[in-house]
C-alpha cells in the first residue's frame, strides 16, 4: 500500500476562479425565490468545489446577486473561491471558503474556465 505523505488535495490553502452558471441551476425556480436560492446554489458550488463546509459569501458578491431584485439573477457570475485557515481557536472547522464576486471580462463569461490564482495576487 502507497503511504500518504504531506497533507491532502482538500487541506491546502488555494484560490481558483470560477464561473457559477446561475441559469441552469435556477430553472424552473419560483420568482420570489430565485435570488435566495442563487445565494444558497453558490454555496452548494463552493462546498463542492473546496470540500468545506464552512462557506462565507462576500457582501459585494451578495449585492451583485441582488442588484436587478429578487426576480432577474444574473445567469452567470464569475466568482473568486479562496480556501483559508480559521484563525479561530474555538473553530469547529480547520477551513473555511471565501466567496468573492470578480470583475466581468469586456468579451463576456462563456468559454471562460477555472482559473488558479498564485498566493501572490
Not at 470540500?51 to 457582501?59: A, E, F, I, K
Request: hydrophobic share 30%; with cysteine.
Amino acid at each position: 500500500m502507497v503511504e500518504k505523505t504531506g497533507r491532502g488535495r482538500k487541506e491546502e490553502v488555494v484560490t481558483r476562479e470560477y464561473t457559477v452558471n446561475l441559469h441552469k441551476r435556477l430553472h424552473g425556480c419560483t420568482f420570489k425565490k430565485k435570488a435566495p436560492n442563487a445565494i444558497k446554489e453558490i454555496r452548494k458550488f463552493a462546498q463542492k468545489a473546496m470540500g468545506t463546509t464552512d462557506v462565507r459569501v462576500d457582501v459585494k458578491l451578495n449585492k451583485h446577486i441582488w442588484s436587478r431584485g429578487i426576480r432577474s439573477v444574473p445567469r452567470r457570475v464569475r466568482v473568486r473561491i479562496a480556501r483559508r485557515r480559521n484563525e479561530e481557536e474555538d473553530a469547529k472547522e480547520e477551513l473555511y471558503s471565501l466567496v468573492t464576486v470578480t470583475e466581468v471580462p469586456s468579451e463576456g463569461l462563456k468559454g471562460l474556465g477555472t482559473t488558479v490564482i498564485d498566493a501572490d495576487d
